[in-house]
């Protein structure tokens, strides 16, 4: 399996040490993946879930150019890029969960579709009789 970026892992076990738990278990809790998800991750062997990456961005001030580039201090204090990014945020989820909800729709047209298709030959079945 390809390593991925060990600067990245570095950076983000650092983060989760000094400002999420101390510990695998603690920060498993918090950032609502496995304690062995955050070892792969820390290892190199995971990529970081963009999840994560948002929850630590919006619950821990994550500076996210620190983590993906080196660039800057691990915690971002520019306040005025906060809200711009939590609008994209919002509407990228809304985005995702509008997706889902088409695509559940769509499956439960061509069922509907399926129905009509099997009701209408019933239909001329009897009516041939």
């Given at each position: 399996m390809a390593k991925h970026d060990l600067g990245i892992a570095s950076r983000f076990k650092e983060f989760r040490k000094k400002h999420v738990a101390n510990n695998m278990n603690g920060?498993?809790?918090?950032?609502g993946i496995s304690k062995s998800t955050i070892g792969r991750i820390e290892q190199?062997?995971?990529p970081i879930p963009l999840k994560v990456i948002t929850l630590l961005k919006n619950k821990y001030n994550l500076n996210r150019d620190w983590l993906l580039e080196s660039r800057g201090n691990p915690i971002k204090t520019e306040a005025k890029a906060r809200p711009t990014i939590n609008i994209i945020e919002d509407l990228n989820n809304r985005?995702?969960?509008?997706t889902t909800e088409v695509l559940i729709l769509s499956k439960n047209l061509n069922k509907a579709w399926a129905l009509i298709e099997q009701q209408g030959k019933m239909i001329e079945q009897l009516m041939k009789k």
């Open positions: 920060a498993a809790e918090v950032l190199g062997e995971d985005i995702d969960g509008l």
